[in-house]
Structures are given as structure tokens and as C-alpha cells.
């Protein structure tokens, strides 16, 4: 069964996306079958990051939505060597296509979970990864939904922290079992330590990775992805060392996110023009 992970995170900019792209690509470097599915219809990024492109215009996550295809025939196939394990991607959508039909026709956001598990059934997935669109819309509470980790990437800052209850309270009225909190871009100069603390506070739960701010990551822009790029990189070694920690047997942060009264997930609607 696949284990499914969803990255979310209260404001843009946490490197949410990149963190998806980096472990989708690791894991299957460790011989894992990776999906992963571009949910942020607003801003995608994924299939930038991965240096793929759709298939077509309509064979996209908005294009499955929008009832143009099936979600496997969304689904792009990254073949560059990773040993025994095969990496999948379903863009959100094309440039500048698919968000207007989208806006305009509305779409039954039941379709995300049911695709996402016949992406897991019929890829025979060990591992897919959700990237949402920072906050909170239709695609990133259906992802939640069907997770069984909400991994939440934060900055160490105070206006990111400031969305620390939210995200908590949104994993518990999804009954989302596990969460795991990374801590992202940690400025230089900035001891570790304090930033860690203060996230931890914030959040309520151990972080699995403390990630420092790396010039060369922010100067890929997007052209290549770090851990190819840089696979001895310590980044590199702190994305890896994550991986463990997400696809243990029990999820992490279990106990933390299923209290005895979790209120009831809501339930799928039609997303609204
Ligand atoms: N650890 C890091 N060090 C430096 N730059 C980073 C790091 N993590 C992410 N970035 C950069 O931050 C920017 C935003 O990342 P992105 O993954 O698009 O965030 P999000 O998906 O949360 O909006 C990108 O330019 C990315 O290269
Ligand atoms: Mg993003």
C-alpha cells in the first residue's frame, strides 16, 4: 500500500515544492515507485523543477479535473536512471491553460481522492507525494484528507510561525494520522538551534529536518534539481536522512494527531466557480 504524503505549508515560499521535488527524486533513487502530483493549480512548480512537460494541454491534473482525461493518462514518466525505483508526475497544468476552465466550470473535488488512489493501485506506488498550494483551499484539504502524513515546511520567521495553530487544528479536523514538521531556509548567521526551538514550539512537535538557507539552492532557479546537482551536498544528506522518518511503518507524530475526539473530516464537495 502506498504510503501518501502531503507537503503544506501557511504562506508561499517555504520551498515546499522544492522539498516535494528533492524526496520524490531521492526516494526513488532508493529503488522506491514515487509518484508525485502537482495539487497547487494556482502556482505550479513541479513539473518545472523535475524539467518535464506534459503531455499535452489536457493531460494535466486540471485537465483530469476538468473530466479531459483519465489521471493516469496525466501521468509523465521521469525515466533518467534511478536504479529499480520509477518516478511519476502529474503536472497541475499547463502554462497559461487549464486554470480558467477550472475557475469557470468548478470541478467535484472527490475527484483528487479518487485519483489519487488509482494513481497509488494502479502504479503500484510505494510512495506518493501531494504539493499543495500554500493556505488552505479545495486541493490542499482533499490532499490532507487522504494523507497519511501532513509533512508541514515552515521558515523559521514569526509570520510563517503565526500559522502554526491553524495548520495543527486542520490536521485534526482531517484526521490526518501522522505530521512531521521541516524547517526550511534558516538564514546564515542564524544559529540552528533557537530556530529549531522556536518551530518546535510553534508547531508542538519535533522537527525531522532543520534546513539552512544554501545560496546554490536558490541560484538553481529552478534550472536543475538540487540533489541531482549537488548529491554530496549536506542538504542532499538532510532531504535523504528525512526519508526514513516519513515511511516508517507507524507514521510519525501519530499519537499527537489522532486524539480520542478528532472531529469528523468534511466531507468532498464541488468546488465552486
Ligand atoms: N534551503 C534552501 N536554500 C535556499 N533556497 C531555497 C531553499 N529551499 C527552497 N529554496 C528556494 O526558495 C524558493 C521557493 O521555493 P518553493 O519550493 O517554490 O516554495 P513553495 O513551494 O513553498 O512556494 C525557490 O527559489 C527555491 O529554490
Ligand atoms: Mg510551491
Redesign the pocket.
Known sequence: MARIIALH?HR????????AANLARLMADTGRRVALVDT?LQ?P?AHV?LGVAPHSADRTLAGYLTGLCEIEEATVLLTAGFGDGELFLVPARAEASGIHEIIAQGYDVGLLREGFDRLAGCLQLDVLLL?TH?GISNETVAAVASADILLM?TRPCQLDLSGAGEATEFALRLNCPGRALVV??VPPGTAAGPARRRAEAAYGLPARAV?????E??C???DRL?AAAHPDHP?TARLTALIPALLDATPPGAAACAPGGAATPPTPHRAEP
Open positions: 505549508s508561499g515560499g517555504t520551498g515546499r515544492s522544492s522539498i497547487d502556482a512548480a523543477l504539493d500554500a515546511v526550511n531556509t534546513l539552512p538557507y544554501v545560496p539552492f536558490a538553481l532557479a529552478g538540487f542538504l
